[in-house]
């Protein structure tokens, strides 16, 4: 892992972290800013008090305006080469410590941490042992009520692939909950089963003396039945059928979205990500979105990336599990 991460960072860090946005230094460093807010801490709450740690920095894209709203931000790379990166472009931000890692999280003391979080990282470790080990470590590093929130690659492959430190391990959504569970974490929220973007928030059990933090929330989401059955009727399925197993956690979107992607695995680019807008958003595609997933498509990426995308979106989930009022 860490010599194949070093030679990504000398040859083209940028591209390797985030190769949709690496075009400029702007582009870049912005999407930091967006995947903070839109993924990293959706529906958790940090006070300006709360320590926190990337697994998983980087350059430091996220951790630099993470930095702008916390006390102390973290940040642990297995490459001594993007640790580097990140040192140089972070000089500025006093209240960050960036390190490199051996897998483990040993420099931090037990029950330090309010959050610790990982995006677009785990999908690239090619042993579920490596990754195991960071949600032990994790446990052990928050304190009582803190938040692991991380990111997983949801696609079963077949069992012929050997993962690597590109395509790493996949894993079930159930796979991971017992995992949680066995490390002393409440299951919070799981969106985006069976896609590239399966995300996991979990809060850490208190009790057997270990401090609870002050310093973070987790947001409650629950289903609207009605919208979650008019979506799964523009697939084509059976609404309230589709939305009982759904719900009943036998079912999930992506195997919903099957159907979408077999219906128009002939139409060309441009009109499969039309359609798979208006089937998956309800709403026409936006110039943006039509543009980028249409290149995507046309330079051989699957179709099932487009539809692993807007199913994992921000704006599918609010739609199908708005914030709970209460």
Not at 19 to 32: K, V
Not at 218 to 245: C, K, P, T
Request: glycine share 8%; hydrophobic share 40%.
């Amino acid at each position: 892992m860490r010599s194949e991460w070093d030679r990504r960072a000398r040859e083209d860090a940028k591209r390797f972290i985030a190769c949709g946005t690496s075009e400029t230094d702007e582009a870049f460093w912005d999407s930091g800013r967006r995947d903070l807010e839109d993924r990293v801490l959706r529906d958790v709450e940090l006070d300006a008090a709360a320590r926190t740690l990337e697994i998983g920095c980087g350059m430091g894209r996220i951790l630099r305006p993470m930095s702008e709203r916390v006390e102390k931000a973290f940040g642990v790379d297995i490459s001594a080469g993007m640790v580097a990166h990140a040192r140089e472009a972070l000089q500025d931000r006093e209240n960050v410590g960036v390190s490199v890692t051996d897998g483990t999280l040993s420099e931090f003391p037990d029950a330090s941490l309010d959050f610790v979080y990982s995006y677009i990282v785990f999908q690239h470790i090619p042993s579920k042992r490596a990754v195991a080990r960071y949600i032990r470590e994790a446990a052990r590093v928050l304190k009582g009520s803190g938040v692991f929130r991380f990111q997983v690659d949801g696609r079963e492959r077949p069992n012929r692939e050997v993962p690597d430190t590109w395509l790493g391990v996949w894993y079930d959504a159930g796979e991971l909950r017992a995992e949680l569970r066995r490390r002393r974490f409440h299951v919070a929220a799981v969106w985006g089963e069976g896609t590239h973007y399966l995300w996991m928030t979990a809060r850490r059990k208190g009790g057997f003396g270990r401090p609870e933090s002050q310093a973070v929330r987790v947001r409650r989401r629950r289903w609207n039945r009605e919208a979650l059955e008019a979506a799964l009727a523009r697939m084509g399925h059976d609404a309230s059928q589709g939305a009982r197993r759904i719900l009943a956690g036998r079912w999930s979107l992506r195997e919903a979205s099957d159907k979408l992607l077999r219906e128009g695995s002939n139409l060309d680019p441009e009109t499969f990500v039309r359609r798979a807008y208006e089937v998956l958003l309800a709403r026409e595609a936006d110039v943006h979105g039509l543009a980028f997933y249409s290149k995507e498509i046309s330079a051989g990426i699957p179709r099932s990336n487009t539809v692993d995308c807007l199913l994992g979106s921000s704006e599918l989930e609010d739609r199908l599990r708005p914030l709970d009022a209460a």
